[in-house]
C-alpha cells in the first residue's frame, strides 16, 4: 500500500465549476500536510499547508480528516489557469521527512 | 527573497563527462535538499543537507556527489551517468529540516547520451 494516495485522474471541469480532491495518508502518526501544484515542466509549488481545523485560501479550502486519514483540496469557481497536477505530501512516521503522492491531474476546460 | 535558483537550466552529457548542477537560496534556510524527478512521477527525495551538513542520503549511486559549500549553495557533482538517470533534478529549501514547507528551484532538465 502507498504512503500517500491519490487518484491520478484526469479530472476533466468546465471552468467556474467546482471541483474536489481527496488523498489519503497510510501512517496515522503523520502530523503535516501540504497541498503543492505543479505545472508540466516546472517545479511543484506550494499551494496551500493543511491545518486541523481546516483552513481557506481564495477560492482554495483545504481539510484534514484524521478519523479517516484523508486530506482534501476543494477548489471553487475553477479557473483555466488551474489546470496542474496537484501533489498531496504528508510527514513521515519520524515526521523528518515528506512523503509524497503521485499527483492528480486538473483540467480545466472553458 | 522567496527565490530558489538552479542553474544550468537544460543540460546534456554524455556517459563519460562530469558536470555540476547547482542551486542557491538566500531565505537563511538551513535545510537544502536534492530530489529526482521522472515523468508523470512525484519527487524522489535524494539528498538533505542540514546546516551544511549532510543528513540523509536515500542509498542514491555514488556517480551523484552532492555538496554544500555554504548555508545558500547546493551542488550536485555528476560523473558516469547512465541514460535512465535522464530527469528533472530538483533543489528545494525549507527552514529547517524535518517536516516543513519546502520551496523548490526551477530544476535542471538532465539528458544523458
Known amino acids: 500500500r502507498k504512503e500517500v494516495e491519490q487518484d491520478p485522474g484526469p479530472f476533466n471541469v468546465p471552468e467556474g465549476a467546482t471541483v474536489a480532491f481527496n488523498c489519503t495518508y497510510s501512517?496515522?502518526?503523520?502530523?503535516?500536510f501540504f497541498w503543492y501544484r505543479q505545472d508540466c515542466r516546472k517545479e511543484p509549488k506550494l499551494l496551500m499547508s493543511v491545518y486541523s481545523s481546516g483552513n481557506e485560501d481564495g477560492r482554495f479550502t483545504a481539510q484534514l480528516n484524521r478519523a479517516s486519514q484523508y486530506i482534501s483540496l476543494l477548489i471553487r469557481d475553477s479557473k483555466l489557469s488551474d489546470s496542474a497536477t496537484y501533489l498531496c505530501?504528508?510527514?513521515?512516521?519520524?515526521?523528518?521527512?515528506?512523503?509524497w503522492g503521485a499527483g492528480t491531474k486538473l483540467i480545466i476546460k472553458p | 527573497d522567496t527565490e530558489v535558483t538552479q542553474t544550468p537550466k537544460h543540460l546534456v552529457m554524455g556517459m563519460t563527462n562530469k558536470k555540476s548542477l547547482k542551486c542557491e537560496q538566500h531565505?537563511?534556510?538551513?535545510?537544502m535538499y536534492w530530489y529526482k524527478q521522472k515523468a508523470k512521477k512525484p519527487p524522489e527525495l535524494m539528498f538533505v543537507?542540514?546546516?551544511?551538513?549532510?543528513?540523509i542520503n536515500e542509498s542514491v549511486p555514488s556517480r551523484f556527489s552532492p555538496e554544500c559549500p555554504n548555508s545558500s549553495l547546493l551542488n550536485l557533482h555528476l560523473h558516469a551517468l547512465q541514460p535512465e538517470d535522464s530527469a528533472l533534478y530538483l533543489c528545494?529549501?525549507?527552514?529547517?529540516?524535518?517536516?516543513?514547507?519546502?520551496?523548490f528551484g526551477p530544476g535542471t532538465r538532465l539528458t544523458v547520451l
Open positions: 528545494a529549501s525549507s527552514q529547517e529540516q524535518g517536516a516543513r514547507e519546502q520551496f
Open positions: 543537507y542540514s546546516y551544511e551538513k549532510l543528513s
Open positions: 501512517n496515522s502518526a503523520s502530523q503535516s
Open positions: 505530501v504528508a510527514s513521515s512516521d519520524s515526521n523528518y521527512q515528506l512523503i
Open positions: 531565505m537563511g534556510h538551513r535545510a
